[in-house]
């Protein structure tokens, strides 16, 4: 149901923010209506996912942060 939600939002033309809130929505809407889910697992979930994508987004600043420092010092000139 979410890929379904997300693929007509998609093609309706909404903004992709509000596409991937929308898919959230129903996912969570699934997760608790139909599994049974309990809402401490999925906070847990919800939890650790944003660890783990402020991770990926600190290794990605970092690497953007490292190029900008070679670019400025002129080193990757040198390794050219």
Same mark, same amino acid.
């Given at each position: 149901a979410p890929i379904i939600v997300l693929a007509l939002l998609l093609v309706v033309g909404l903004k992709i923010h509000w596409v991937a809130l $929308?898919? &959230? $929505?129903v996912t969570i809407l699934v997760s608790t209506l139909h599994w049974h889910s309990p809402v401490e697992a999925l @906070?847990?979930?919800i939890a650790?996912? $944003?660890?783990?994508? &402020?991770?990926i987004l600190l290794i990605v600043f970092? $690497?953007?942060? &490292? @190029?900008?420092?070679?670019?400025?010092s002129g080193a990757i000139g040198t390794l050219q």
């Open positions: $929308a898919a &959230f $929505a @906070l847990d979930v650790k996912s $944003a660890m783990i994508s &402020f991770d970092g $690497a953007v942060v &490292f @190029l900008r420092y070679l670019q400025e």
